[in-house]
């Protein structure tokens, strides 16, 4: 999975998601040179659900029937 900058170029590339017991471990590359291990622990996530408005959740849904 990529991440794109506004301007569309490579921002980080996820190359794998490992579970960990201390939460979940992202394996990546950031703009293609520098690696990456960062750790979503669960407060982490449950913060980041306070991002996602309705319309965010519609548009994530609709993103998946997209190509």
């Known amino acids: 999975m990529k991440l794109y900058t506004s301007e569309r170029t490579d921002l980080m590339e996820v190359k794998s998601l490992e579970p960990t017991a201390e939460g979940l471990v992202i394996h990546g590359q950031i703009m293609g040179a ?7 622990t669960p407060g982490e996530l449950r913060r980041a659900f306070r991002l996602l408005h309705p319309r965010a959740v519609l548009k994530l ?7």
Request: charged share 5%.
């Open 34 to 40: 520098m690696p990456l291990n960062a750790l979503l």
């Open 61 to 67: 849904m609709w993103m998946l029937f997209q190509r």
